[in-house]
């Protein structure tokens, strides 16, 4: 998530990048806190493990994941990144 300093002075943030964490203030002045995950591992079993799990009667999602062509995507078009070309 990339958010511009603008906004973060506005709602006083707080990021702690060791705790994964974002604490933002409302204008009503309630505390609100937003935890990242901490756990990046994707599990993965084999197509006969997954078979045998739907045998079972285990619920099954299928996902199809399309690559897009970024390499026309510029920087200098992409809001608050423009502001930070030195950081991308």
């Known amino acids: 998530m990339i958010l511009g300093m603008d906004w973060l002075a506005k709602y006083c943030a707080t990021i702690?990048?060791?705790?994964?964490t974002l604490v933002v203030s409302t204008l009503e002045e309630e505390r609100l806190v937003?935890?990242?995950k901490r756990d990046y591992t994707i599990p993965l079993i084999s197509t006969v493990k997954a078979y045998k799990l739907v045998q079972k009667g285990c619920t099954a999602f299928l996902c199809v994941v399309e690559v897009v062509d970024t390499s026309?995507?510029?920087l200098d078009n992409?809001?608050?990144v423009c502001e930070f070309l030195e950081v991308f």
């Open 78 to 80: 992409i809001p608050i």
């Open 72 to 74: 026309k995507v510029e």
């Open 16 to 20: 702690d990048c060791k705790q994964k």
């Open 34 to 36: 937003y935890t990242g």
